[in-house]
Every structure is written in C-alpha cells, then in structure tokens.
C-alpha cells in the first residue's frame, strides 16, 4: 500500500494580500554566463506568483533567493544582481536590488520603497545562518513582511532559515508554483495514469535508492541507465571495467532486482551498452550486448546501447504516465547523447502524460530542443526525488494548513 502525503496547505488565492509586505522565497538558482542568465526558465515560473501578489494589491514583494554554494561566505560572482535585471525585463517593471539579506539597510530599503515594488534580497546562501537554520536569521527576514510565500519548491527539502524559520514568526503559505507542483507530483503518486513507465537515470543508484523501493511498489515498468543501471550490472556479475558504478552498494542493488522479481514491476536493466576508452567527442566506441557484458579493461560504459533505446521507446510508446529523472548516459559529449535523446523523443511522441524533474533532464531537454514536449518539468531534483520517496518536505509541512 502506497504511503499517501497530504499537502493541503493553503495558498496565496486564499489569503487577504491588500497591503501586505510579502516576503516571497523563490528558486532563482539559475546558471550565470559573463554576469548574466544563461537560462531564465525558473526565473519565468514563478511569474504568476509575482503577478498575482501585486495584482492583488501587495504593498511590497520582497523576494529571496540562494543561488550556488558561497558556504555562508560572500562571493561577488554569486550575487544575485544580473538575477534582479532579467526579473525586471521579464515583468516590463523595476526591480530594486538589496545588497544584504537582512539588517537596518535592508528594513529602510522595504520601506522607502514605493508601494506596488519588487525588491530582491541579495543571495541568501552569504548569510552563514541560512543553511543553520539560524533564528536570528528567520527573525530577521520575518520583520521585513507580514506574510511569507514559498514558491521554492526545489528548495522545500531542506530546513533552511528562509525556508522552515522565518515560518516560526509570520503566517507562511504557498505559492501559485508551489502549489503546481506538489498537486502535479502527489498525482503521480496517488492517480497515475497507466501503464506507469518510470526512467531512472543518473551517476548513482545511492541517491535514488528511496525512490527505486518506492515505484517498484506501484509502477508497472521501471527502466534504468548511467551509472545507478551500472551498479545493478555490477551486482549480477558482468565485468565493466573503469565504468561507473558504486561496487560498495552491489548487495543493495542485487536485493533490489530480487525483489523486483516478485514486485508488480518490470526492472529494466540496459541489454546493450555503448563503451569508450576516452570520454571525448570522437572517441572510438563499441557496443557491448550483455550478456555477455564484458566491457574491455580500461574502457568504461557511458550510455545506453540502440537496442536498450529502442526496447525502452517501445515500452514508453504504450505509457499512460511517464515519469524521468536522470540522463542515461553521458548525453553531454557525442556519440554518448543517443540513449537519452532517443528515450527523450520517445516520451515527446507518446501519448502519455509525462514529468520530468533534475536539472540534468532539464538541460538534455533545452538541448534536444524538446523542452516544450513534456507536460510537466518540475522545478525540484532533490525535492522532487524525496517527495517521491513519500518523504515529508520541512519548507512544505511548516506551511499553514487549509481547515
């Protein structure tokens, strides 16, 4: 029986917004390129957020993000300053930069704002607190506003300042993106469509062990590559040289495709793989069928092979509901793009209702040109994985329950 999470929280549309500061925590996490965004897509989903709150009458939003790991430490490289200026064009409005998180500066800043404005505090990871959960720290942001939004859901696993403290001292809801995704993420969980085709990829079967227990429970199909399908490889005795894999979790691994055995659903491990000595673009290739499985000494494995692709196209084609996290090979560098584009474009052309989550998917997706091809792209890698595994999130328990 499938563990149910009940995140029945409230939102913004159910809150009094005229003449609230609001402090928005949102996932702005975005790659820089010359001191600017390289990729503005989350930055776009939480628009409707930001419009919403102003629309209805919000006399300051003050939103907060992290970006990086500057380990409490500032980092000039890491400041959220070109973040501010892609905001501003986006919504056609200024957007007033904050150059600390908290403190007399930044309250005279919110207040000297004119009603109606968009500030943007400056990288909350600068403060050593957020990543402590400091109280002082979700004091401090908390004494900014009245109400806290969090609309950071791929930040929602971790009890952050900005995430779980500020909600300890102001009324806390979610946002319009937050809401979105938990409703769309519990849906795979508790009203999938079927057959339930789940594609797991990825360096390491270590972080998506959860996740593996939890769909072999309620999937129908499981498929598997990159180095999590190695370590299974691994477990059943095939020689794959310098591959990845993590050796250390082959019991795990092996206990795992045991029990996929008496389980509703079908393990897929790869029946080819493509292998390399170098993993440069050119790089002399061979497919290595298993079994045997054999990959020559010094070679190692790095994407799935056109028979695997083909076969798990086939499956995908006959989905009612597809699920994805994680690259089946090392997409980055050609030829070892093939396994992940030819699964990606097999998802585009089904007809099931797809969802997909990691970074990694997303910029396989944006490279493939098939981004607009999946129904759903969820902000979260590790939220998104721990969400699946039926864990409760800190930043979305802490939020105000709807009676």
């Not at 696993?157 to 909600?167: E, I, L, P, Q």
């Not at 990829?201 to 399908?229: E, H, P, Q, W």
């Not at 969820?378 to 999130?393: D, N, Q, Y």
Request: aromatic content about 6%; hydrophobic content about 45%; glycine content about 10%.
């Amino acid at each position: 029986m499938v563990k149910r999470l009940r995140y029945d929280k409230l939102t913004v549309e159910q809150v009094e917004l005229s003449g609230k500061r609001v402090l928005l925590r949102v996932d702005f996490n975005v790659p820089l390129k010359g001191g600017q965004v390289a990729d503005d897509t989350r930055i776009r989903l939480v628009l409707p957020t930001i419009q919403y709150l102003l629309a209805r009458g919000a006399s300051r939003v003050i939103i907060a993000s992290h970006l990086g790991r500057p380990g409490g430490k500032v980092v000039p490289e890491l400041s959220l300053h070109p973040v501010a200026r892609r905001l501003e064009t986006l919504l056609g409005q200024p957007v007033i930069p904050v150059d600390r998180v908290v403190g007399p500066a930044v309250k005279e800043a919110v207040t000297a704002a004119p009603p109606g404005s968009l500030l943007l505090l400056e990288n909350l990871r600068f403060e050593a607190g957020e990543e402590e959960n400091s109280p002082e720290l979700s004091k401090g942001l908390a004494e900014l506003a009245d109400l806290f939004v969090n609309d950071a859901f791929g930040a929602a696993h971790r009890a952050h300042a900005s995430t779980v403290g500020v909600a300890g001292y102001i009324p806390a809801v979610a946002g319009l993106l937050m809401e979105r995704e938990v409703k769309t993420l519990g849906r795979c969980l508790e009203n999938p469509g079927r057959p339930l085709v789940v594609v797991l990829g990825g360096a390491k079967i270590s972080d998506k062990l959860g996740v593996v227990n939890r769909f072999l429970t309620m999937a129908d199909y499981l498929l598997t590559g990159g180095g999590m399908a190695n370590t299974f490889l691994v477990a059943l005795g095939y020689e794959l040289a310098a591959s990845l894999a993590e050796p250390d979790l082959a019991a795990v691994a092996r206990e795992l495709w045991e029990h996929s055995r008496h389980s509703r659903c079908r393990l897929l491990l790869p029946v080819d793989l493509v292998a390399a000595r170098e993993l440069q673009s050119g790089s002399p290739t061979r497919v290595i069928t298993i079994p045997p499985g054999t990959v020559p000494a010094k070679w190692r494995a790095l994407d799935i092979g056109p028979a695997t692709t083909e076969e798990y196209a086939s499956i995908i084609a006959g989905a009612g509901m597809v699920i994805w996290n994680g690259p089946l090979g090392v997409f980055e560098t050609e030829p070892f793009h093939r396994g992940t584009e030819g699964v990606a474009r097999a998802i585009a052309d089904s007809k099931a209702y797809s969802v997909v989550g990691g970074g990694d998917i997303v910029a396989a997706l944006k490279k493939f040109n098939l981004s607009s091809q999946v129904d759903f792209t969820s902000t979260g890698g590790g939220a998104t994985l721990k969400f699946w595994e039926g864990r409760e999130l800190p930043g979305i328990a802490i939020l105000k329950d709807r009676h």
